[in-house]
């Protein structure tokens, strides 16, 4: 008499496995230059720790010596960062479980096997946890240290850390993942990576909208509340009593403090407990579904519409090759929903910030003539970040989107010279046009003069056709046409050496012309004969330097083009 066979039960670290192995064959490269680039990434993460060490450290160290309520204002801080970190796992976790979940390559086998459908839930939870929590995890390490440091959290403080922050990235895995499972039961999957574009951005923008509405900034400015009592029963309660961030923000400072509590310990625990319970019993309910849909294909409608007559018209003096070139790199953005739709975020940013530079106070006792036209010239750096990072998102993988028909491309007999400056300008003219916006707004509400007018525009133009020029060659030299992720390629090698560089280049620029400005400004202030000559040497250097950086990368790039086999 035959017996049935046992049906095989894969346990959940077995069904990690494949992950774990490709991860590790990725770490153990024998590919040329990868010992390098690791020793490289590993050089700047532990420079990026330090500095964000050094700088929590001196500001904690400055709270510490404030008695009575130094505590209460790290405690604060501590739980705004908190917050921000929910929001970023938040929205990350659900764009990251649409893939883990629904769009995998390895789901087609494991759906199909004999196994069990909790530990396929909590194998594809924890591998959604792991994709969309890394960062701040690197972020919160050097956080955490600096608050262990300052305030002696003694050995045990890392335990701490650990038992609080743990199930603080397990609720917005569950969350996260919940959330998008009950989208694909909605709308189809291939859609609905689209719809989950727009709606992370939209809450995204939301969040940045909210947070900036509590204008964490009275916390510095005491004088603005009608007593101290009011000031110092805003730091003693909690800023988001409902969120997992606040309870992190408790169990941490009531260590440091020496005034232990376990009420958030429970919170944190029995929360992320309840949470993997009822997205358990949704993935049961659900997930086969909503699996099922998510093999559906999406729809695609091409038309022309008026706006791509009007475009075609306008581009006619280009020439027939210039203009459908300009005319391919626009439709292929906005035929992407990840791309155009991080517009609207950036829009909201944008806001935010001058929303900022309003509120400086920069008006009043004790603000000198030379600090309110410095205040702009430094606003230069921070600028140049923004358009740096914005290039990184949208310049640099111009060349890598291509994919595997770049082939088509080298072996037709279009110049490269053109391919590469039409996407060159289809990114730069948006950046620039952000960018004499940001500039020229900010400036005239903090009314500054002629002189720091003219400096700021001309600045911050050749600074973007440096950082588009430099986005445009270092996307060319490390190209990446097997990603299946735009969101990827600015996260390369090549995109962190395009950042370092772009850093560099801004540091550079604004070190040139300080010497000019400030000297300009004393004699301005002080009814002094300016120096013309110190002037011309450090804008001049400048205006070359912002050259090469645009047109060397560029000829760079296209030698790398010209070599590449046909």
Same mark, same amino acid.
Request: net charge positive; charged share 15%; aromatic share 12%.
């Given at each position: ?357 309003? /509120?400086?106070?920069?008006?009043? $006792? &004790?603000? %000198? *003539?030379? #600090?309110?036209?410095?205040? @702009?010239?430094?606003?230069?750096? !921070? ?12 310049? /640099?993988?111009?060349?890598?989107? $291509? &994919?595997? %028909? *770049?082939? #088509?491309?080298?072996?037709? @007999?279009?110049?490269?010279?053109? !391919? ?19 500039? &020229?707004? %900010?400036?005239? #509400? ?121």
């Amino acid at each position: 008499m035959s017996s049935t066979p046992e049906l095989p039960d894969p346990s959940t670290l077995h069904l990690l496995t494949p992950k774990w192995l490709t991860a590790r064959a990725r770490g153990r490269s024998t590919e040329r230059g990868h010992d390098l680039r690791m020793a490289f990434l590993a050089l700047f993460g532990l420079g990026f720790w330090a500095f964000i060490f050094f700088m929590l450290y001196r500001l904690l160290g400055y709270f510490r010596g404030i008695a009575e309520i130094g505590p209460l204002l790290a405690g604060k801080l501590l739980g705004l960062i908190l917050v921000g970190f929910f929001s970023i796992l938040l929205l990350s976790n659900v764009i990251t479980a649409l893939s883990s979940f629904f769009l995998a390559r390895d789901l087609d086998l494991l759906v199909s096997a004999p196994v069990d459908w909790l530990k396929l839930y909590v194998a594809k939870l924890l591998e959604t946890l792991v994709h969309s929590s890394w960062m701040v995890v690197l972020m919160a390490v050097p956080m955490f240290a600096a608050y262990g440091v300052v305030y002696s959290g003694g050995p045990f403080f890392p335990l701490i850390v650990i038992v609080t922050f743990l199930p603080f990235l397990v609720v917005p895995a569950v969350i996260g993942s919940a959330l998008t499972l009950l989208l694909v039961n909605i709308f189809p999957a291939r859609r609905t990576r689209d719809i989950l574009s727009v709606i992370a951005v939209l809450a995204a923008a939301g969040i940045v909208v909210l947070f900036r509405l509590v204008r964490p900034e009275r916390l510095a400015r005491p004088e603005g509340f009608r007593s101290l009592v009011d000031f110092i029963t805003i730091l003693r309660g909690p800023t988001s009593p409902m969120m997992p961030s606040e309870w992190v923000q408790r169990a941490v400072m009531s260590w440091l403090t020496y005034k232990h509590d376990l009420l958030p310990y429970y919170l944190l625990w029995s929360t992320a407990a309840a949470a993997l319970v009822v997205g358990a019993v949704l993935h049961r309910s659900l997930y086969a579904k909503g699996f099922s849909k998510a093999q559906e294909s999406g729809e695609k409608w091409v038309k022309s519409g008026p706006l791509s007559k009007l475009a075609r018209r306008a581009l006619t003096p280009l020439g027939v090759v210039k203009r459908e070139l300009v005319l391919k790199e626009v439709r292929l953005f906005f035929r992407d929903t990840t791309q155009w739709s991080q517009l609207i975020l950036l829009g909201v940013l944008v806001m935010v910030y001058v929303f900022n530079i309003k /509120f400086l106070p920069l008006r009043g $006792e &004790g603000m %000198t *003539f030379f #600090l309110v036209n410095i205040v @702009p010239f430094l606003n230069l750096v !921070l600028a140049g970040f923004v358009l740096a990072s914005i290039a990184a998102r949208f310049i /640099f993988p111009g060349v890598s989107l $291509e &994919g595997r %028909t *770049f082939w #088509l491309l080298r072996s037709s @007999p279009l110049s490269m010279r053109e !391919l590469l400056w039409a996407k060159f300008w289809v990114g730069t003219l948006p950046l620039l046009i952000l960018a004499l916006a940001i500039v &020229g707004l %900010t400036d005239v #509400l903090l009314q500054v003069s002629d002189f720091m007018m003219a400096v700021s525009v001309g600045t911050i133009t050749l600074m973007t056709l440096a950082i588009a020029g430099m986005a445009m060659g270092f996307g060319t030299l490390f190209p990446q046409f097997e990603t299946e992720n735009a969101a990827q390629i600015p996260t390369s090698f090549g995109g962190l050496v395009f950042m370092m560089s772009s850093i560099a280049l801004i540091g550079v620029v604004v070190i040139l012309e300080a010497k000019p400005v400030y000297t300009y400004l004393s004699a301005d202030a002080l009814g002094t004969p300016k120096d013309p000559v110190e002037m011309v040497v450090g804008f001049g250097l400048a205006v070359l330097l912002c050259l090469a950086a645009t047109l060397v990368p560029i000829e760079v790039a296209l030698r790398r083009l010209e070599t590449v086999e046909r």
